[in-house]
């Protein structure tokens, strides 16, 4: 057994070699606290060992954050919630839960643009990845199909379509906004039938389904990816008005009340 000047430089060292790091920065303050309120052995280690998983659920959740791609700017805290339709706000509360990831099923965003789709969206995969550290990544249809087109072409779009698939949710931001050709369209309805079925693909679309025909150019692609989008999914459908809109009438309004002070 060490000597009492040997344990904490042998303890440091142990804990260096096991990449305990909050127990390292905090081993002492808490030894002594211990020593003060008379905490059992057992206390003391469950105390060292809380401040370590803190610490790495607390790093884990800020990689899943930056690996997803989610612009973070749009929060649940900077979301406003009353402008939601009542049936909406009573979807959050269970999407919230993220049960719809462990059943594989979609979620499917709807509404005119400037609605929030896209907010909420990202709201709700950010509180995921912070409260339950799932895996989610964030992209726009056009960032997707131009990333799946040069996988394609270089013959790694199964490759791409793997690494995608390690993700629980795949966010696919503003479909049909844009025109993307035939073959861009093709490679982007091989993601949606590689993952039926094996991974939730979260959406927002201004266009409604009887529009989809403008963005898969062929009836029978576009009925065959709206089958899979809907076989297990939850719609969202925000028809409320533009966000930007009522803000710049709002701020228009403020400028010139200022100005006929």
Known sequence: MKGTGQVKPALVENLQELHLRAMLACFEDTARRAEKETLSYEQYLLELSGR??????????????????LPLEKSRENFDLKRLPARVSRQLKVLLEGSFLD????????????SGKSHLLCAIAQELIATQGRKIKYTTCALLVQDLLVAKRELQLRQEIKRLAKYEGLIIDQMGYGQQSREEMEALFTLLAERYERGSVLLTSNLPFSRWEEIFRDAMTTAAAIDRLVHHCIILELNNPSYRMEQAKKNREETEGNDSE
């Open 52 to 69: 370590e998983c803190e610490q790495r659920r607390g790093n884990r959740m800020r990689r899943l954050l930056q690996d997803s791609g």
């Open 103 to 114: 059943r594989k099923e979609n979620l499917l965003a709807f509404g005119n643009p400037g």
